[in-house]
Nanobody, 120 residues
Framework: QVQLVESGGGLVQAGGSLRLSCAAS????????MGWYRQVPGKQRELVAT???????NYADSVKGRFTISRDNANNTMYLQMNSLKPEDTAVYYC??????????????WGQGTQVTVSS
């Protein structure tokens, strides 16, 4: 079982930047796609950004133009560069990766999460 470990979270002032990393214990080339999600207490986990095996990206409207997702297959790591951070970006950020079986079933792997706090 491949494990995902996030790092790079922390406390930053509004307007600042952080880069999150998601290191996989095995090859990330096996995944159909990887992504970042975030969750605040009392709310559902929401999609932030995804990147497919082929490199296609997708972003939530709230982070478009400010966040950039990327992956380094050689080092089995995915990144989320977060610029122009806002207090509403405060959340626990989770790394996700999934594969689809030949039957179309989706199998997800999640990291443990990393806290991002943006002060105003």
């Amino acid at each position: 079982q491949v494990q995902l470990v996030e790092s790079g979270g922390g406390l930053v002032q509004a307007g600042g930047s952080l880069r999150l990393s998601c290191a996989a214990s095995g090859s990330i080339g096996r995944y159909n796609a990887m992504g970042w999600y975030r969750q605040v207490p009392g709310k559902q986990r929401e999609l932030v950004a995804t990147i497919t095996r082929g490199g296609s990206t997708n972003y939530a409207d709230s982070v478009k133009g400010r966040f950039t997702i990327s992956r380094d297959n050689a080092n089995n790591t995915m990144y989320l560069q977060m610029n122009s951070l806002k207090p509403e970006d405060t959340a626990v950020y989770y790394c996700n990766a999934y594969v689809r079986s030949v039957l179309g079933l989706r199998y997800d792997t999640w990291g443990q999460g990393t806290q991002v706090t943006v002060s105003s």
